[in-house]
């Protein structure tokens, strides 16, 4: 097996797809997974085709893209393989392993080097630990079925993308309690796929304490402009991130009188019917890709809402080669692409030299400690990335400027309160805890030259611009390593680094349409929806596992590299099972609605105004799932959602409500779990920020370690390392290439 992490022994103890995609990741960058099937096996094994499918009856197509180059071993073969391992991963239900004799103290005794990776509903602490979920109602009280759809009950995110979350963290645990040192003990990670998903939302609990600062409703919510709209031949996303994009798409449609009533219109003021009485028959007239050249064109984000079908005929996927053959269908590549270690999944044996276990930091010391990161990134998936990577240790210089900081700084903050109005983002916060923060020109000659020196003296890169923006200022990965050979760079473009859309703009709209993310989500006779939230975050995790592979590498050979994260891909990975389908079956799924294979389920109203409870029965077969909706949503509105789910848990019935921002700071098991973490900001004062979804131990005791910076808050400090002195200081600021006020 090659790849960075060839020598990597796991042995896998997990089914359906959390864990299974955690093994998955591993075994992309080249480690060897044994998979021990429990008894029954993995109940993934019987996903397959619907009634009426023509093709493969007897075949789970995903089983197979989530388990391929791992070797299948039984259960006897158990403690003999554990012993031989650096990871093992499992998903059952807590207390499970105990039961089959491999609890803590008996793995420790088998394999004192062992890290043991547990993915569970709620993690192995706290009071919810053994309560019952369905995939449905784990998504409803962690936030993720929202009202999409303003006309049907709130919706879940399709195609299972929310199981493949938890899965990619737990990579990203397993690899960073690699490199913390426990001798004579099983290092546990404790991946809770409650947090996991909490963890992908843009902060609705700090959204929340905002408006509410601010004297505003905390449950008003704006929809995307234009959001998922119909072409001639099939749905195109148009998804304006600022007051530019709309003013250019007012003028695209030849409805200029429009361009002063943007908010109202994303309110849903009275001018939003009559906008878009007029907008969508223009728009109805031109195909998906007509639409997208004109919207492109103007710099408009805009892309196809692809579905199983057409994402495989998408030029950009095409192009890049993205999609492959696998055995008689075809499923996603691989979410990361690596310049010095190959990525490959192959069936081959594996390397018998290994130096894992051997562990890279000192006792004590956090994971990533002495790693220097320099942060090109704007917006949410690369300071995702330094976030994490600062939170365990590492140096992160954040570099902005006063004349274009980072635009995230604008997202839920409003001018009209006052000079300092840019330092009060709380999505910006959230995301750039951790950090040192310095200001830098870089359109000036001196800004560069600073930026430069910052460059060699960095071990990591991290860039989510579009292609050509590092180039103009001589960051690519080429320029680097003139600087620093060693160096490993992580760039994060949204379409990538080739293509014919490689120049696009876009954003987490344009990610989760072209990807087949809001294909899958909505009700088969409604439009498709934008699950608005997960793609950034996740982005960041996959280059998370990626870039401590890198690090593994240059470990062995001192040879940095080129790591490249295409958004799309990394997406289109976790929207796996309609591409499959469809290759096997020639079928596009519909969307679903709140339903799912093997249950009658749904999202219900109750006696409260704008209280929701999600609940899932097994699906024997008996009753009509419209019948069942009929019948259980004539109960529910009789009754409170507190005693809907009370009653129901009582008889071991999965059940939630549907939770909103306003009570995430309320959950007990986040309580318990320490999920929360106070830092006070200079300007905005104290807050409770979310941190990791999964405890290490043994392992840093808390998530993270400072507060988010102000604009230029480090500039000095961090001049200063590179010998800058006072009068320079000085100079830099009259010519303002370093400040830390924003300039026009």
């Known amino acids: 097996m090659s790849g960075p992490l060839a020598g990597l022994h796991v042995v896998e103890i997990a089914i359906e797809i959390s864990g299974p995609y955690a093994t998955k990741l591993l075994v992309d960058l080249g480690a060897e997974v044994v998979k021990i099937e429990p008894p029954g096996g993995d109940s993934l094994r019987y996903w397959g085709p619907f009634p009426g499918d023509v093709a493969n009856p007897d075949r789970s197509g995903l089983f197979e893209y989530l388990n391929a180059g791992k070797r299948i071993a039984d259960v006897a073969e158990a403690r003999e393989l554990i012993a031989d391992a650096h990871i093992l991963v499992e998903n059952l239900s807590p207390g499970t392993l105990d039961g089959w004799g491999l609890g803590p103290d008996e793995l420790s005794r088998i394999n004192p080097g062992l890290v043991r990776l547990s993915v569970s509903h709620f993690g192995q602490t706290g009071p919810w630990r053994d309560r019952i979920e369905s995939p449905l109602t784990m998504q409803a009280v962690a936030g993720w079925v929202s009202a999409r759809d303003p006309q049907r009950p709130p919706v879940q995110a399709g195609a299972r993308i929310a199981e493949y979350v938890a899965g990619a963290y737990g990579a990203l645990g397993a690899l960073t309690a690699l490199r913390i040192p426990h001798p004579g003990k099983v290092s546990e990670v404790d991946v809770s796929e409650f947090e996991a998903l909490l963890s992908t939302l843009p902060y609705p609990m700090l959204m929340v304490e905002r408006m509410r600062s601010l004297g505003l409703p905390s449950n008003v919510r704006s929809a995307p402009m234009l959001g998922v709209v119909r072409a001639a031949d099939g749905w195109v996303g148009i998804n304006c991130l600022t007051g530019q994009h709309w003013l250019d798409v007012c003028a695209m449609l030849d409805l200029p009188e429009y361009g002063e009533h943007q908010i109202a219109i994303m309110m849903g003021g009275p001018e939003r019917a009559e906008f878009f009485a007029k907008a969508e028959p223009l728009l109805a007239e031109r195909t998906v890709a007509e639409t997208i050249e004109i919207s492109q064109a103007m710099r408009i984000p805009a892309a196809p809402v692809n579905n199983g079908a057409t994402i495989l005929e998408s030029p950009q996927y095409a192009k890049r ?39 890279t930091t000192e006792s004590g010391a ?16 690369g300071a995702y990335l330094t976030c994490y990577l600062g939170s365990f240790g590492a140096d992160i210089v954040k570099v902005e400027s006063i004349q274009r900081p980072d635009g995230h700084r604008y997202s839920g903050a409003y001018p009209f309160e006052g000079d300092d109005w840019y330092e009060r983002s709380a999505l910006w916060q959230a995301t750039n805890l951790n950090k040192k923060d310095v200001t830098l020109d870089l359109t000036s000659e001196r800004g560069r030259e600073i930026a430069h020196r910052l460059a060699a003296q960095a071990d990591v890169v991290v860039e989510n611009f579009s292609p050509r923006v590092v180039e103009h200022f001589g960051l690519d990965y080429d320029s680097l390593v003139k600087l620093k050979p060693d160096v490993i760079a992580v760039r994060m473009p949204g379409f990538g680094l080739q293509g014919p859309w490689r120049d696009y703009v876009g954003w987490a709209l344009n990610i989760e349409q072209t990807s087949g993310m809001t294909a899958a989500t909505g009700y088969a006779d409604g439009p498709p929806c934008n699950l608005q939230g997960p793609a950034d975050p996740v982005v960041g995790v996959h280059a998370g596992v990626a870039l401590l592979a890198a690090l593994e590498h240059r470990r062995r050979t001192g040879e940095g590299q080129l790591i490249e994260i295409a958004q799309i891909e990394v997406a289109a990975c976790l929207t796996a099972e309609p591409v499959i389908e469809y290759s096997m079956n020639g079928v596009v799924r519909p969307r679903q609605g709140n339903r799912h294979r093997g249950y009658l389920q749904g999202v219900y109203p109750t006696s409260e105004d704008d209280a929701w409870v999600a609940l899932s029965l097994p699906d024997d077969g008996s009753l009509d799932h419209d019948v069942f909706d009929e019948l259980v949503a004539g109960w529910t509105r009789t009754q409170t959602a507190a005693a809907i789910v009370e009653s129901l848990r009582a008889q071991g019935i999965p059940a939630e409500p549907v939770s909103t921002g306003a009570q995430m700071y309320e959950f007990a098991q986040l309580e318990a779990r320490g999920f929360y973490e106070e830092f006070e900001h200079p ?56 400040g830390d006020r924003i300039v026009s």
């Open 366 to 381: 956090l994971p990533f400690a002495g790693l220097r990161v320099l942060d090109l990134s704007t917006f949410w998936a």
């Open 683 to 738: 300007v905005t004062g104290t807050h409770r920020y979310p941190g990791w979804p999964f405890r290490i131990n043994p392992g840093p005791p808390s998530h993270h370690r400072t507060a988010p910076p102000t604009l230029g808050q480090h500039n000095d400090e961090i001049l200063r390392r590179l010998g800058v002195g006072d009068d320079e200081l000085a100079e830099l600021r009259r010519l303002r290439v370093i």
């Open 321 to 359: 080669g993205f999609f492959k053959e696998f055995r008689d269908f075809r499923c996603p590549g691989l979410p990361f692409r690596m310049s010095a270690s190959p990525t490959a999944r192959r069936n081959c044996e594996p390397e018998t030299a290994s130096s894992f276990g051997s562990r």
